[in-house]
């Protein structure tokens, strides 16, 4: 037998002395402790409860963990592959990159997740401004550098320039990248947060004309995402700045603007697009049929082009598979075009063709290198029947699998498809559980689907590996294709502008357990005011400096306003004392919605700024300066800034203090606060007192220095 883990050392005659012991600490009556005391008797009972529950705790082994957290609604992470944003330079055709391409940074694989089409055309020039600003430099770079997309002084227009014409009904997707800064704005979600109208146009020849299908990811340059544009009609060329000549422009327009912070541009690309580090070594799709003779059907994975391809077509509940070999060809694959690989049926050349319906040819295109290891268990029959797949690297979500029957007449696949449990399904479904592991579990309608005279095998139909947390290539690395592509794209050059982000290996159970605790104790109802300051800075959009949730009993001593909470928010913003708008107000009241009590009414607010004059004569000693003893003031004062907060008292004696203790102050000879405006007062000896909903700043500084 294994040995088990002690997962504490106190057993039942530990537990019992110390619960005896902490008696007279907590009442003076009991004073019996002899065994015939019941409350002794209770002491002992809990005691050996709770050393009989640490028994079979200990027994818990880490499956036993996982279906715990299953209960509990958490599944451990896999391994996940990493994101990364390339861009492609010196296209000199109009093309569609199939799915699958293959990027490589160093022996290291990233291919797309769809089809992409890419465009002959270039930014030759990005001009800001009613004065034509040259920023091309800057917006273009692959570096750190960035710039204003608006003029601070109030130009409301920047201008992107592009060599090549734009055509009628092309759709142009910019790739655009805000610099960050400090101040980190919440991700927006799909209802997208609105600080800003835009409105594109591009030039013609009658002149500036609207584009009216935008479909804005950034939300008017709040956030990374695509710009995509498509043209009513093709454009004309016209000269906005000598330094570049004639042009084709399209240009963006500031119509409304409630911005906190003006958006800083880091560059904007076109051919720019997102792909993931995985090998693909299997991917699977339907196709709908015509059931006409002659039949053609575009494959759209780069495996099409350089691996096995294999063919099922609809009988029943089942797929027939069509065998494509020299001495029994099904169907043809031409493969004369990168871009569209094409399988072809036709009924006089090859006897059959599919019948027509809705996803009724089924087709899995394989590595080369992994189609001969396609099949990864023979299906006994027997219940609770297990597979592993022995792949470290494997990328849990791409994996699919079929039951492979091999009949006189042919071979047949019934599909698989992946649940959470086996026991929350019918026995009729054909379904799989995979755990943490790689381990297949078949569910029980699969057993008595096969006869027992008929050879099953297991067979993957969809399979990629990825790297997970080894796959966060640094920016720049990925820098080259695959060699299969070489021919095709000998001249392009790539980069990848940013660090490829978000790959991640398999949790371990300790790191699940750890996560499970950090989601549980997360705020999911609001009930105390911090709460709501947790959950209102979370607001997509928004970026909030400071918050302070206030209950109006406590801002306006009235025992009546129990149910009454106040809310004050301090955005970030260029302004020194920001007043909250009317965009930030209604995009938090929208977002706590779904946290507060029905019962509770919230008011968001702005804070209320008061200002500090600050009066005094103070003698230095000779060789310093004062500048340490203003700083030490304003820091003291300010809570607009990043050292204090809401409410926070202004107290004479420690700021008096402090600046005595400055190894440049000989001494103070006078020093006097007053508070200008509402919101605080001084007491008699000299603090200010702040109420909770203010921030101060230093309005006047009239020290002396001697």
Not at 232 to 257: A, F, M, W
Not at 572 to 598: C, D, N, W
Request: hydrophobic share 35%; charged share 25%.
């Amino acid at each position: 037998m294994l040995p088990l883990p002690n997962l504490t050392s106190k057993n039942f005659q530990t537990l019992f002395e110390e619960a005896k012991n902490r008696i007279p600490a907590l009442t003076k009556e009991w004073t019996d402790f002899n065994y015939h005391d019941t409350g002794i008797t209770l002491l002992q009972l809990f005691a050996w409860l709770f050393e009989m529950q640490h028994y079979y705790a200990d027994a818990i082994g880490e499956e036993h963990q996982h279906k715990y957290l299953k209960l509990l609604g958490y599944t451990p992470l896999g391994q996940q592959p990493a994101a990364a944003l390339i861009t492609l330079k010196g296209i000199q055709e109009e093309m569609i990159l199939p799915k699958g391409i293959r990027f490589m940074a160093e022996d290291t694989i990233f291919e797309t997740e769809e089809a992409i089409k890419v465009i002959p055309n270039r930014i030759a020039s990005v001009l800001r401004g009613n004065q034509y600003l040259d920023v091309t430099e800057i917006i273009t770079a692959y570096d750190a550098s960035y710039e204003t997309v608006w003029e601070p002084s109030g130009g409301n227009c920047f201008y992107i320039g592009f060599e090549n014409k734009l055509i009628e009904k092309q759709v142009l997707p910019l790739y655009v990248n805000i610099y960050k800064g400090k101040a980190v704005r919440i991700p927006l979600m799909q209802s997208a947060l609105q600080l800003a109208t835009c409105r594109w146009e591009f030039y013609t020849h009658s002149g500036w004309q609207e584009i009216t299908e935008v479909i804005d990811e950034t939300s008017a340059f709040l956030q990374d995402g695509y710009i995509i544009l498509q043209l009513p009609s093709e454009s004309s060329q016209t000269v906005l700045s000598k330094d570049y000549g004639p042009l084709h422009y399209i240009r963006c327009i500031l119509v409304e603007n409630n911005y906190d912070i003006l958006p800083k541009l880091s560059y904007i690309a076109i051919n720019a697009f997102r792909i993931k580090q995985k090998q693909t070594l299997a991917s699977s799709f339907f196709i709908d049929c015509t059931g006409e003779d002659s039949q053609c059907y575009t494959l759209p994975h780069f495996l099409a082009f350089t691996g096995e391809i294999m063919a099922a077509v609809k009988a029943g509940d089942r797929w027939e598979i069509w065998e494509n070999t020299s001495e029994n060809p099904s169907f043809y694959i031409d493969r004369k075009n990168l871009w569209e690989v094409q399988i072809q049926f036709d009924k006089n050349r090859y006897g059959k063709v599919p019948d027509k319906g809705q996803s009724s040819l089924y087709i899995i295109c394989y590595d080369k290198s992994f189609y001969t290891k396609r099949f990864i268990g023979n299906i006994a029959g027997c219940a609770s029947q297990r597979i592993t797949i022995d792949e470290n690297e494997l990328y849990q979500e791409d994996l699919s699998v079929a039951i492979y029957l091999d009949y006189k007449d042919g071979g047949q696949i019934s599909l698989c498809r992946k649940v959470e449990s086996l026991h929350l399904h019918a026995d009729k479904d054909c379904v799989y559980e995979m755990n943490s592991n790689n381990i297949v579990s078949l569910g029980e309608g699969i057993y008595r689907s096969i006869p027992k005279s008929i050879k099953g095998s297991m067979m993957i139909t969809d399979f990629s590996l990825t790297k997970g947390r080894a796959g966060n290539v640094k920016g720049k690395k990925i820098n080259r294709i695959a060699s299969e592509l070489a021919p095709f794209l000998s001249d392009i050059q790539i980069f990848n502008i940013k660090n490829a982000e978000g790959g991640r290996d398999k949790e371990t159970t300790e790191e699940a357990i750890n996560t499970f605790r950090k989601q549980f104790a997360k705020a999911q109802r609001a009930i105390t005011c911090e709460d709501y300051e947790k959950i209102v800075k979370q607001t997509p959009g928004l970026m909030i400096h400071k918050i302070k949730g206030i209950s109006e009993t406590k801002l306006s001593l009235d025992t009546s306003c129990s149910n009454k909470l106040s809310i004050i928010v301090k955005p970030f913003s260029e302004e020194q004392r920001p007043i909250l708008s009317q965009v930030y107000k209604q995009a938090i009241k929208k977002h706590i919605e779904y946290y507060r009590l029905l019962t509770t009414e919230v008011d968001i607010q702005s804070p209320i700024y008061l200002g500090i004059d600050v009066y005094g004569c103070i003698y230095i000693r000779k060789g310093y300066d004062e500048t340490n003893v203003y700083t030490t003031i304003k820091n003291a004062v300010d809570s607009v800034g990043e050292y204090r907060d809401f409410g926070e008292p202004i107290i004479f004696g420690t700021l008096f203090g402090q600046i005595e203790t400055l190894e440049s102050i000989a001494y103070v000879d006078n020093l006097s606060l007053e508070p200008i405006g509402y919101g605080g007062e001084k007491n008699l000896g000299g603090d200010i007192i702040i109420k909770p909903n203010v921030l101060t700043y230093l309005r006047n500084y009239h020290v002396e220095l001697r």
